[in-house]
Nanobody
Framework: QVQLVESGGGLVQAGGSLRLSCATS????????MGWFRQAPGKEREFVATISGSGGSTYYAGSVKGRFTISRDNAKSTVYLQMNSLKPEDTAVYYCAGRGGRFASTTKNEYAYWGQGTQVTVSS
């Protein structure tokens, strides 16, 4: 059984930074590739970043590469998303997700477990 809970969202001005956290439960946390996705109202959920089970591989959407960093602390069963140089178009609900395999994945259908989401709003 796996549960994921996101935190760290909020309101920030353009150019600012936020760090999201995803606290997880379950015995096999280190076995799961993890991802961050986001969804704005009226739009489809889109890939943001992903990391392999051991943290050795990471991938990013082109729109966030160079600004966002995904990381994990398996001892704390927590995944992070550091977001720098935020833009208004980054405004969305951000979701943490886990898949049943150890590989990173950019495809949302590969993920079996999802958190409830945390709101990120970036003002001009």
């Amino acid at each position: 059984q796996v549960q994921l809970v996101e935190s760290g969202g909020g309101l920030v001005q353009a150019g600012g930074s936020l760090r999201l956290s995803c606290a997880t439960s379950g015995r096999t946390f280190s076995s799961y590739g993890m991802g961050w996705f986001r969804q704005a109202p009226g739009k489809e959920r889109e890939f943001v970043a992903t990391i392999s089970g051991s943290g050795g591989s990471t991938y990013y959407a082109g729109s966030v590469k160079g600004r966002f960093t995904i990381s994990r602390d398996n001892a704390k069963s927590t995944v992070y998303l550091q977001m720098n140089s935020l833009k208004p178009e980054d405004t969305a609900v951000y979701y943490c997700a886990g898949r049943g395999g150890r590989f990173a994945s950019t495809t949302k259908n590969e993920y079996a477990y999802w958190g409830q989401g945390t709101q990120v709003t970036v003002s001009s």
